[in-house]
C-alpha cells in the first residue's frame, strides 16, 4: 500500500492568520464566506470512506482555520468511522494552542509544521515566515512532524544537506517539497539545486516516513484517497 496510506481532503478555510509568506499562494483559495466553508466541507468529507483508519485535512493554512463547525464535523466523522490517526497543519503562531487541538480530536493527532529550513535568514527575510525559534530541539519539543523546502533561491547544499540530517534525526515524519513556482514567487525558483537534490536525495523515497513531493501535485488533494503518499 506503500507509505503512510490516507486519504487526503482538501477543504476551504478562513484567512490564514499570517498570509506573508513570499513563496505562497495557496491561500488565495481561503474566504470569509463561512457557508461556503461549509459547503465544501459537506462536499469532500462526505467522500471519506475510512478505509485506510487515517486522514489528513489541508485547508491552504491552519486547522485553526477552520470554522468550529467544521472541525466539529471532522472530529465526528473521524469517531463514526473508527479512523485512528488525523493528520493536519498548523502554523508556528498558534503553537500554544496544539495540545488543545489534539486533545479536541480524539484520537492521535500529528500537526504538520512548515519550518521550510532551519536556516533562519532563509526561513525569515526571504521566505518571510515569521518563525524565530533557537533550536530544532524547541520544534521537535512541539511536534514530530514538519515540512521542509527545497530549491529556493539563497539556499545552498549544505543548507539543505544540514536540513535533512535534522529531519532524519530528530523528527518522526516530515514532507520534503521540491519547490513549484507559482503566482507570486518565479524569482524564488533556483532549477539547479532541484536538480541537484532529484539526484543526491533521491533514496528519501525508501524512508518509511518521509515523503518527498518532487512535483507539489504529488499529493493529489481534493481526490478521495491515495494508496501511495495520501
Not at 529550513?117 to 524565530?132: E, I, P
Amino acid at each position: 500500500m506503500g507509505k503512510l496510506p490516507r486519504e487526503i481532503v482538501l477543504l476551504k478555510g478562513l484567512p490564514c492568520v499570517w498570509s506573508k509568506c513570499t513563496f505562497c499562494d495557496y491561500i488565495d483559495d481561503n474566504t470569509t464566506d463561512e457557508a461556503w466553508i461549509q459547503r465544501v466541507a459537506d462536499e469532500e468529507l462526505s467522500k471519506i470512506t475510512g478505509r485506510f483508519g487515517r486522514l489528513e485535512v489541508i485547508n491552504s493554512g491552519s486547522i485553526q482555520e477552520l470554522t468550529p463547525a467544521v472541525q466539529a464535523q471532522i472530529r465526528d466523522l473521524l469517531a463514526r468511522l473508527a479512523i485512528g490517526e488525523f493528520i493536519c497543519e498548523s502554523y508556528w503562531s498558534y503553537r500554544g494552542d496544539w495540545a488543545a487541538t489534539r486533545a479536541f480530536y480524539g484520537v492521535p493527532t500529528r500537526i504538520k509544521l512548515g519550518v521550510e529550513t532551519f536556516d533562519d535568514h532563509v526561513r525569515n527575510s526571504v521566505l518571510r515566515k515569521a518563525m524565530k525559534f533557537d533550536s530544532p530541539r524547541e520544534v521537535a519539543a512541539l511536534t514530530d512532524t514538519i515540512c521542509l523546502l527545497v530549491g529556493v533561491r539563497g539556499q545552498t547544499r549544505d543548507m539543505v544537506r544540514r536540513d535533512i540530517d535534522i529531519l532524519l534525526t530528530q523528527f518522526k515524519y516530515g514532507c520534503v517539497n521540491l519547490f513549484s513556482p507559482n503566482t507570486k514567487s518565479a524569482s524564488l525558483l533556483d532549477t539547479e539545486l532541484k536538480a541537484w537534490f532529484r539526484e543526491e536525495f533521491t533514496g528519501l523515497d525508501a524512508h518509511p516516513t518521509i515523503e518527498v513531493l518532487w512535483e507539489n501535485t504529488d499529493f493529489g488533494v481534493g481526490e478521495v484517497a491515495l494508496p501511495i503518499v495520501g
